[in-house]
């Protein structure tokens, strides 16, 4: 994965510095998460994911449904960054999405 | 009784042509002043359920607090504005159309149907929040009383549900 040169700056160096003593992680990936909820239309959901992500209509269809059906779904992963941004767009959308660290 | 073939359809030219009756019209662009005090509340200082829907957290880990500040601190005002920018172009869009017998007629571009899209969007997020609408919530409005302003809100939020999903239909 992509590292930014800033977060690779702040990252911590030695090996013996406990790792869950700080916030950055940069090889740990992030992911976005879109959760359901009762007013955005099925067909803006897969209209958004399209357009956003260049995603398949099937691909987004089958996304849609899992947020509708499962309650959530991962649409996106990758740094810390790029969560960031698509976070933003999905939120520019009105798309109630949240990005956490991939377990 | 105004006469329409069409709320939304795409020309040869890939345009999406619009003809709203004169009240569509007029609620549409009253839009930008509904939300508008929405859009501009400062976002950490309220509890209001709409602010809180159209600007949700970013990170699902609330020790994340920094984080999170930092990235509302960079990312806020640019999400007001550009829902701002909007709902301003589709009054604008309204405002420079073409008037027919008790309609309004125009046609609109990839730019203007996403603009519109997220317009209406966000409109039913805030009157969706605000009526806190249900996903198996009964859309009946018969033997609902129509002078009850919440009828009239109810007739809204599905007016601008049927709107949207027809264009997005019609650009599908």
């Known amino acids: 994965m992509a590292v930014g040169a800033m977060r690779l700056a702040t990252a911590p160096a030695p090996v013996d510095t406990p790792t869950d003593e700080t916030d950055v992680r940069p090889d740990v990936p992030w992911i976005v998460i879109v959760w359901n909820d009762p007013i955005n239309l099925m067909s803006y959901v897969v209209y958004v994911f399209q357009k956003l992500f260049g995603y398949s209509r099937e691909k987004a269809t089958k996304l849609m449904l899992d947020v509708h059906h499962l309650g959530k779904a991962v649409v996106s992963e990758g740094a810390r960054e790029k969560a960031e941004v698509d976070v933003y767009r999905l939120h520019a959308c009105g798309l109630w999405a949240t990005m956490q660290r991939a377990t | ?172």
């Not at chain 2, 501009?40 to 200082?45: G, I, R």
């Open chain 2, 1 to 172: 009784v105004t006469l329409r073939r069409y709320l939304f359809r795409r020309n040869r030219r890939g345009k999406v042509e619009v003809c709203l009756t004169d009240d569509e019209a007029a609620l549409l662009l009253s839009l930008r002043g509904e939300l508008e005090p929405v859009l501009n509340a400062p976002p950490a200082a309220t509890d209001d359920p709409v602010v809180r829907r159209l600007f949700p957290v970013a990170y699902a880990d609330p020790t994340e607090e920094d984080a999170e500040a930092d990235w509302q601190r960079l990312m806020h005002d640019d999400l007001a504005r550009q829902r701002l920018a909007a709902l301003t172009d589709v009054a604008q869009t309204i405002a420079a159309a073409r008037r027919g017998k008790g309609t309004v007629e125009f046609e609109l571009g990839d730019d203007g149907v996403a603009a519109w899209l997220s317009a209406l969007n966000d409109a039913r997020l805030a009157l969706g929040t605000r009526l806190d609408v249900t996903e198996d919530m009964d859309y009946d409005l018969e033997g609902r009383d129509p002078d009850d302003p919440l009828t009239q809100a109810y007739a809204v939020y599905l007016w601008l549900g049927w709107a949207q999903e027809l264009l997005l239909e019609t650009i599908a």
